[in-house]
């Protein structure tokens, strides 16, 4: 049975979330819209306000870890080795499924909640991948094959920026490293002249990072330490999507989850923000191409974002806020992985963009014969 504690996490993991979806929602903000923006069109804005959510969770995050309130390495985020042999596969994995559906996990989410059907066929995908990758057929060679090629950080030492270079330096920069990088992320947000007259895409950046900090603060300090270990966690979209319909099949308990709460929560969010401005609207899928191509990317999404270690919320902004070293790894592949897709989809088969070579990848075109 599960504790008070553990159903209390879950309805805060549930407000969250909601709170998350209902910015996300208003503000239109995607995160592989944001790539596709900076890398097809030259335009960084979108970009700049999850820089923005990153910023201000580096911030809030390090200033937890300092006050010793969290503590990184309870965390999923700085292992004593990092896999990156699986994390490099698992994020262009991911990238190319962000393409091939058009929006990430928690995009899903959103858009299920303002009523987009094809989206609940890409989670019920996205979670059974991902859940076998974690735990069920896939996870074997996960463990043993993917993650036992994993770089061992010197000492043991935590796979952080701040644990490295106080290993580095001999003394703790944890505090300079936090507010440069932070302050840093920021100022390149509100440096844009139309981004300072955008006040959704603001808003749901300033929200978003605050609430990776709440979901730490909330799952460092409630919690039963008597009921089991007790693990830090934040907002990520790929194994509580997992978790979240193996709790709906097979184990009611499963409910009683920080993240799973947090996945209903999206919904609720998304769809409380349609509502409110009436933009509720049933889709389906126009025809079997469409369909087949979002089953091919939630697939991917599910076993990449495994491998990852997150989503791009999970790895963009949950691990960045704990300055991991995984993250640059984790982005960057995901990011060349959606301009792996999107060249795809314009080339209409993988061979005709491998007889292309990088031209397409660089968004060139032949010269007409």
């Known amino acids: 049975m599960q504790s008070l504690s ?7 993991g549930f407000a969250i979330g909601a709170a998350a979806g209902f910015a996300v929602r208003h503000a239109k903000l995607c995160s592989f819209g944001a790539i596709e923006d900076a890398l097809m069109g030259g335009d960084s804005r979108r970009l700049r306000i999850f820089g923005l959510a990153l910023g ?4 809030g995050t390090q200033a937890l870890v300092i006050g010793g309130l969290l503590d990184p390495a309870q965390t999923t985020y700085t292992p004593a080795a ?6 490099i596969i698992g994020s262009v994995m991911f990238g190319v499924g962000m393409a091939l559906v058009g929006t990430c996990g928690f995009g899903s989410l959103v858009r ?3 009523g987009d059907l094809r989206s609940l066929i890409v989670l019920i ?9 974690l735990r069920g057929v896939f996870a074997n060679f996960r463990i043993v094959v993917l993650e036992g090629l994993s770089i061992a950080m010197p000492d ?20 300079l490293i936090a507010a440069i990088a932070g302050g840093g992320l920021c ?6 002249p139309r981004l300072r007259r955008s006040p959704r895409l603001l808003s749901a950046g300033v929200a978003l990072g605050l609430l990776t900090v709440a979901g730490w603060i909330a799952t460092s300090w409630i919690g039963d330490e008597f009921s089991g270990p007790m693990r830090p966690q934040s907002l990520t979209f790929v194994s509580t999507v997992g978790k979240a319909f193996y709790a709906a099949l097979l184990s009611t308990p499963g409910f009683a989850d920080f993240g799973v709460g947090s996945v209903f929560g999206v919904i609720a969010g998304a769809f409380l923000a349609a509502w409110r401005s009436d933009e509720l609207q049933w889709e389906a899928f126009d025809d079997d191409r469409e369909m087949r191509r979002h089953l091919g990317g939630a697939a991917l999404m599910g076993i990449g974002g495994i491998l990852a270690g997150g989503c791009t919320i999970g790895q963009g902004i949950t691990a960045g806020s704990m300055l991991s070293l995984s993250w640059p790894f984790a982005v960057g592949g995901m990011m060349i992985g959606a301009r792996l897709g999107i ?7 993988p061979r005709r963009l491998l007889s292309r070579g990088w031209a397409s990848l660089l968004g060139k075109t032949h010269p007409s014969k």
């Open 6 to 12: 553990a159903w209390m996490l879950a309805l805060v």
């Open 56 to 59: 201000i969770a580096i911030v």
């Open 82 to 87: 990092i896999p990156i042999v699986a994390i």
């Open 112 to 114: 299920l909640g303002a």
């Open 125 to 133: 995908v996205l979670g059974a991948t991902a859940y076998a990758t």
């Open 156 to 175: 043991d030492i935590r796979s952080d920026l701040a644990s490295l270079s106080a290993r580095t330096l001999g003394y703790d920069v944890r505090a």
């Open 187 to 192: 100022l390149l947000a509100f440096s844009h």
């Open 343 to 349: 060249a795809t989809l314009i080339d209409t088969t």
